[in-house]
């Protein structure tokens, strides 16, 4: 089926109440730093829970990179809700510590005081630890102390079933899902460069973050603390944020589930000379990394995009995929936005479901060698020139303006965005294009553009800038103190996490290596 198919099915009084059926959810990532605005070398607070079962508060690389969960929810409204309430009670309980609004990192020392997240000593929780030890080894610390936003996203079964009978498939419903998620994700991948542009909002970095790595970047008009170049909209997906050479000659095909499958299979299976320099153990037997392949885990390989199924605790996710299939696709390419407490805000959310849902419905031919040439480009291009109002980029085999191709992209969804306002009884879809649409005609207002701007006007550095608004943000949370029902639930929470990690060391009763035996032969 077509776009205009599904237009067209979704404008049936019947099938629009479908548009309601989006469920998402938040993973917002944010570095702890002192007042000062350096990086905080303090364990995990105690009171934020283990950091291991914490439903909603967890870390990601080091102890100092918090992550915080919502509950999937069809409600927007819902999961901002959840969120305010997850950083209200974390700032009630830092003491000499704020949250990192900006997606690259605040000013950094050395590489060895970045603390590792600690999980414990069960075996998932030492797994977890020496997982990113091996990122350190491999990467370099720094590089994760990068944070972003991840979006989850999917579409009810009812969804599914309506497109099912509409189109006549005589397909089992989750392999329509898997066809329909990852013709979304290659969509996506084409399209994912309009995110940078409008989203992207870390045109500069600090000059410690870039300490002994190579790059490109020039003093940000003549402060040497920070570094930019002049149309950048997104850095922390360039070469210096979340990106592997090594994994450069990975070409992982999304064109079905044995394919995606079979691609990330070998790359877990694949021995690297480099990595097996590093050793899998120290002189004195302590673990340096999980394995020396390529990837150490599934989670290893850095994409924008991830076909997604919720796992049990120990089970590999690519094995949940091929078992139980397709769940949810989780975006990965979203910077923190400064100017937002939430580090996303409602308009953003409205755009993120209409493209997804347009990825989803339009076309989607299957991933060719040139056209993963072109994405590659078109990233580039995107996170590097992004602003300038010149740049090409490549589709079909021709250049073509990002600007104009980007009006092609928006007025094509228009129409979604109009049933997906008719659905809710509301205007924040055609609303929220609106404000996409006008970050595309003037560059001056997307949010890369407007960092540089408070930068310039206030004479900042890129870590000036980022405290400030840190603390902005630090001050409106504190000045009201989270009514008790909040701190009772949150406590209870921390405490039980707690109890939960606790029992999970004292029930293990294999050894680590027979644990890790058996979580690479599943």
Known sequence: MSLNDHLKRLTNPEATPLLLDITRGLEKESLRVTDAGDLATSAHPTKLGSGLTHPSITMDFSEALLEFITEPSECISAIFCELDDIQRYAYHTLKGEILWVNSMPCRLSREEDIPLANFGHSNIGQMK????KGLGYRYGRSM???????????????FWQDIQQSSSVLLPLQEIKNQGYFGLIRNFRRQAWLLHYLLGATPAVCSSFTAGKE?????????????????????????????????????????????????LRQALDQPFAPYKAIGIKDRHNHYRQLNTHLLQIENEFYSSIRPKRTTVSGEPPLHALQER????????????NPFSAHGIDATTVCFLDTFLLFCLLSDSAPSDVEQERAILYNHRMSIYQGRDPNVLLRRNGADVSLRRWGQHILTAMKPLAELLDRAHQCENYTSALLTMESRLLDSQRTLSARVLEEMRTRGESYSAFGLRMSQQHA???????????????YRYLAEQSLREQKEIETSDQMSFEHYLHNYYTQ
């Open 215 to 263: 790059h490109d970047l020039i003093p940000f008009e003549g402060d040497t603390e920070s570094l930019y170049t002049p149309f950048a909209t997104s850095l922390r997906m360039g070469d210096l944020g979340y990106q592997s050479h090594a994994q450069s000659s990975l070409t992982i095909n999304y064109n079905d589930m044995t394919s995606y499958a079979s691609a």
């Open 144 to 158: 994760q102390t990068i944070a972003g936003v991840h979006y989850n996203f999917s579409v009810s079964d009812a």
């Open 325 to 336: 299939g397709i769940q949810y696709i989780e975006v990965r390419c979203l910077d923190l």
């Open 475 to 489: 001050k409106h949370y504190r000045e009201q103190r989270p009514a008790d029902a909040l701190l009772n639930k």
């Open 129 to 132: 630890h020496i997982y990113r």
